[in-house]
């Protein structure tokens, strides 16, 4: 077992990951070290999943061009166009509705591991819903039978670096949690 004093720091430095993340939209344009990106990548690898099925796959966009191209596969998807690096969250295209279910939880958690380790070091992120399924699957280069569910986008803040956020733009505690009973 770990001594407390270790337990008290890792826990610190979590809950501050979890209270500074936030959807950052603008970027700074810098690109991201590789050492930065591939933990990020590797919170994904590392999140669980329904059964241990892994059956995600990440693809890791970095190029300008191809950026700006996958920022057109929806609506509110713009700010990919700016971001370092976006990840394309693709898992096995399913018509059965409790499989997509499973996916896409998984994919959720593994959005969430990989924005807490982008957030732990600095680095913003966004995620973005993708409505045009040909295009992504013809810029990403994916075979016929898996989807791109979701995209991450990934940078440096434009606007301020993250930090803690004291009030978050949430409903309250007391409001959302129901103790022993709705
Ligand atoms: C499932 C899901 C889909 C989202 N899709 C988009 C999107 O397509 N474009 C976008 O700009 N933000 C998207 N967001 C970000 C939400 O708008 C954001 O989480 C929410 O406004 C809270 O932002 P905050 O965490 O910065 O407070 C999505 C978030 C989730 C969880």
Redesign the pocket.
């Known amino acids: 077992m770990l001594p407390a004093r270790s337990c008290e720091a890792a826990r610190v430095e979590t809950w501050d990951a979890i209270r500074s993340r ?2 950052v ?1 603008t970027f700074d344009g810098r690109p991201l070290d590789e050492t930065v990106l591939e933990r990020i990548l590797d919170a994904a690898r590392r999140s669980p999943s329904s059964m241990n099925q892994q059956a995600w796959d990440f693809v890791v966009v970095t190029d300008r061009a191809a950026l700006q191209a996958l920022s057109k596969v ?1 609506t ?2 713009g ?1 990919v166009a700016g971001s370092a690096a976006t990840i394309a969250l693709v898992a096995p295209a399913s018509s059965d509705a409790d499989e997509r279910e499973t996916f896409q939880f998984d994919l959720g958690q593994a959005a969430m591991s990989m924005m807490l380790a982008a957030a732990d070091q600095g680095v913003g992120s ?4 993708v409505a045009d399924q040909g295009m992504a699957r013809a810029l990403l280069g994916l075979p016929e039978d898996r989807e791109c569910m979701w995209l991450i986008a990934l940078g440096v803040p434009a606007d301020r670096p993250l930090r803690p956020i004291e009030h ?2 949430r409903r309250p505690l007391h409001d959302v949690v129901h103790r022993e009973r709705w």
Not at 126 to 129: F, G, I, L, R
Request: net charge positive; aromatic share 8%.
């Open positions: 936030r959807n939209r929806w509110h998807a700010h966004c995620h973005a819903a978050p733009n």
